[in-house]
């Protein structure tokens, strides 16, 4: 298995232009959600989704937008970035079956730069 | 609403000596708690996490935790630490959803 895996690793983007960061579980989770980091703030949950068809809001959703058509794909969208999303982005995923125990398993993140 | 409180924002410990990172949650019932570490450029791996039982969890890396809920603390510790274990350390709560809250982390630097 992949695991959670993220493309791309890095990206820098002007002020305005919009991307989609991606996100693909090949371990059949049903949960996966998007979390940004940045220094001193630990990691805040900006989006989830606890099935196909079926999104959330988190903490900090202002200025993305999420779907999920399929269980194996949650795409994070940036409409018109701007600075004060420079970030890095992690996905996670983890079964919905046995409850809140259940471990999210992290990708290796998206190092995101606004100028 | 869930919360976590890890005070030490930095601990530097020497190779060979013993370690415990704290970590304070607010949330009204029995909590889930985990400890991930994560890596410089790397993800967060999970190295342990309480949701019953024994309240004293052991984890990879020879870490293990104890979950008191008189103090609302879930703080890490290692008898021993090794110079690979320099990383961040985050605490996080799961209250009745799927939703983490983590920590702000605490940085450890080992010095050999």
């Known amino acids: 298995n992949a695991g959670v895996t993220q493309t791309p690793k890095f990206q820098v983007l002007k002020t305005g232009q919009s991307m989609t960061l991606q996100c693909a579980q090949d371990m059949n989770h049903e949960y996966m959600s998007w979390y940004r980091q940045d220094p001193g703030m630990g990691l805040r949950l900006i989006h989830y989704s606890v099935g196909a068809g079926i999104t959330d809001q988190g903490e900090v959703p202002n200025g993305y937008n999420v779907s999920r058509s399929t269980t194996e794909d949650f795409p994070l969208r940036l409409l018109s970035a701007a600075p004060s999303q420079t970030s890095v982005y992690f996905c996670a995923s983890s079964y919905k079956r046995g409850g809140p125990g259940n471990e999210q398993f992290f990708g290796p993140g998206t190092r995101l730069t606004v100028l | 609403a869930q919360s976590v409180t890890q005070p030490d924002i930095h601990i530097t410990v020497s190779e060979g000596a013993s370690l415990e990172l704290r970590c304070n949650y607010s949330?009204?019932?029995?909590?889930?708690l985990f400890w991930y570490v994560q890596s410089p450029g790397q993800g967060l791996q999970l190295l342990l996490k309480y949701f019953s039982g024994d309240t004293l969890v052991q984890g990879i890396k020879g870490f293990e935790a104890e979950f008191k809920r008189s103090q609302s603390s879930f703080n890490l510790r290692k008898p021993s630490v090794h110079w690979s274990d320099a990383a961040e350390y985050f605490c996080a709560v799961k209250g009745g959803g799927n939703k983490l809250t983590f920590g702000t982390g605490t940085q450890l630097k080992v010095e050999l």
């Open positions: 949330y009204g019932a029995t909590p889930y």
